[in-house]
């Protein structure tokens, strides 16, 4: 009985799941959304991006505050950054706390960096962050589209095709 009590008293602290309940903290999974910019914009291609935190930048992320809707990715000397994305200082950090809009040096192989910054500066796209989120390893990545801006037809097309593929779903459910 005793050996029983034991094993299953390790087996709930050594799983895998590593969501601390009760306490509002995210270990994997989406952190913020910028559903504005596939409206806005045509995604031709999208890239995954380490970004490089601080700490209390990194406990504010656990807690699932985080603001990207205003912000964009941009070159400064063959370096990526993530200008005007908003995190929220974290409360229980006192006077070691971080700037909410600071930009951040994003991650990625430099090939991959001259091909993005060069697409920009060529053929006017811009690169959009998608979402931001932690990785199964518990690691914050940026999801960016390399895009290019809508015009208002075409966001008038997309609104119509969207219609039309849910009118299209649920004539085909009814019916099925």
Same mark, same amino acid.
């Given at each position: 009985m005793r050996v029983a009590l034991r094993a299953a008293y390790i087996s709930a602290?050594?799983?895998?799941?590593k969501t601390a309940?009760?306490?509002?903290?995210? %270990?994997?999974?989406?952190?913020?959304?910028?559903?504005?910019?596939?409206?806005?914009?045509?995604i031709a291609?999208?890239?995954?991006?380490?970004?490089?935190? !601080?700490?209390?930048?990194?406990?504010?992320?656990?807690?699932?505050r985080a603001n990207i809707s205003d912000s964009y990715a941009g070159g400064k000397q063959d370096e990526l950054?993530?200008?005007?994305?908003h995190i929220p200082e974290y409360g229980n950090a006192r006077?070691?706390? !971080?700037?909410?809009?600071?930009?951040?040096?994003?991650?990625?192989?430099?090939?991959?960096?001259?091909?993005?910054l060069g697409a920009v500066s060529r053929e006017g796209m811009t690169l959009v962050p998608l979402s931001l989120y932690f990785n199964s390893r518990g690691i914050a990545k940026v999801q960016i589209g390399l %895009?290019?801006?809508k015009k208002t037809?075409?966001?008038?097309?997309?609104?119509?095709?969207?219609?039309?593929?849910?009118?299209? %779903?649920?004539?085909?459910?009814?019916?099925?």
């Amino acid at each position: 009985m005793r050996v029983a009590l034991r094993a299953a008293y390790i087996s709930a602290i050594m799983s895998k799941d590593k969501t601390a309940r009760g306490s509002g903290m995210i %270990a994997t999974g989406r952190v913020a959304e910028n559903r504005r910019a596939r409206h806005e914009y045509a995604i031709a291609e999208t890239f995954e991006a380490g970004i490089v935190l !601080h700490g209390t930048e990194v406990k504010s992320l656990r807690q699932g505050r985080a603001n990207i809707s205003d912000s964009y990715a941009g070159g400064k000397q063959d370096e990526l950054f993530l200008f005007n994305c908003h995190i929220p200082e974290y409360g229980n950090a006192r006077h070691f706390n !971080h700037e909410t809009r600071r930009p951040r040096k994003l991650l990625m192989h430099k090939r991959e960096v001259r091909r993005l910054l060069g697409a920009v500066s060529r053929e006017g796209m811009t690169l959009v962050p998608l979402s931001l989120y932690f990785n199964s390893r518990g690691i914050a990545k940026v999801q960016i589209g390399l %895009a290019k801006g809508k015009k208002t037809v075409d966001k008038r097309e997309t609104l119509k095709q969207r219609d039309w593929n849910r009118q299209k %779903a649920r004539i085909l459910r009814d019916k099925g």
